[in-house]
T-cell receptor
Framework: DQQVKQNSPSLSVQEGRISILNCDYT??????FLWYKKYPAEGPTFLIS?????DKNEDGRFTVFLNKSAKHLSLHIVPSQPGDSAVYFC??????????FGTGTRLQVTL | NAGVMQNPRHLVRRRGQEARLRCSPM?????VYWYRQLPEEGLKFMVY????????ESGMPKERFSAEFPKEGPSILRIQQVVRGDSAAYFC????????????FGPGTRLTVT
């Protein structure tokens, strides 16, 4: 039972354009959401998070939007840069603190 | 300013042997989490520990897997009698605990069972 879903396994975007990565969840008990970036042979790196009491959080080029009624969140990266090429994992947490991750979206930013 | 440290980075074991994976959390962090990433899959939660306590082991296989986080020293994930299906990347993460959920990950241990 996949409680967090990233339905796009890959995404290709031109440098300078906006990258939009999507994530859906089914468990209404989740109240905190995080995005991680992962390069090959490295551990995931925390990127940005959002609490369920908010619908938007911004940090530099990265913005996360949360639509609780649709149980959907998205990560916007603008402008996209070649160094953003990585696998992005969406994670969700409830009161137990453990994170439930999606299967990841591989972002390729092309020149 | 060391981050989460894991060793070894790569571990090769024959079927039936034991694997021991170590994790030292970030300074000031007292919560440790273990995750497993199978090939072509996402990260799956295994166990959540605080010093000397297992808080949540709902993701741990019922047999052969155990974890500890002693008062002194690193957290250990132990896999007894490894099988080929145990081949995966094992990631440790640490956090200060609630109310922050941000977990900081180590580089992982890639276990290969031959």
């Amino acid at each position: 039972d996949q409680q967090v879903k990233q339905n796009s396994p890959s995404l290709s975007v031109q440098e300078g354009r906006i990258s939009i990565l999507n994530c859906d969840y089914t468990n209404s008990m989740f109240d905190y959401f995080l995005w991680y970036k992962k390069y090959p042979a490295e551990g995931p790196t925390f990127l940005i998070s959002i609490s369920s009491i908010k619908d938007k959080n911004e940090d530099g080029r990265f913005t996360v939007f949360l639509n609780k009624s649709a149980k959907h969140l998205s990560l916007h990266i603008v402008p996209s840069q070649p160094g953003d090429s990585a696998v992005y994992f969406c994670g969700a947490a409830g009161t137990a603190s453990k994170l439930t991750f999606g299967t990841g979206t591989r972002l390729q930013v092309t020149l | 300013n060391a981050g989460v440290m894991q060793n070894p980075r790569h571990l090769v074991r024959r079927r039936g042997q034991e694997a021991r994976l170590r994790c030292s959390p970030m300074k000031g962090h007292s919560h440790v989490y273990w995750y497993r990433q199978l090939p072509e899959e996402g990260l799956k939660f295994m166990v959540y520990l605080q010093k000397e306590n297992i808080i949540d082991e709902s993701g741990m296989p019922k047999e052969r897997f155990s974890a500890e986080f002693p008062k002194e020293g690193p957290s250990i994930l132990r896999i007894q009698q490894v099988v080929r299906g145990d081949s995966a990347a094992y990631f440790c993460a640490s956090s200060r605990g609630q109310p922050t959920y941000e977990q900081y990950f180590g580089p992982g241990t890639r276990l290969t069972v031959t």
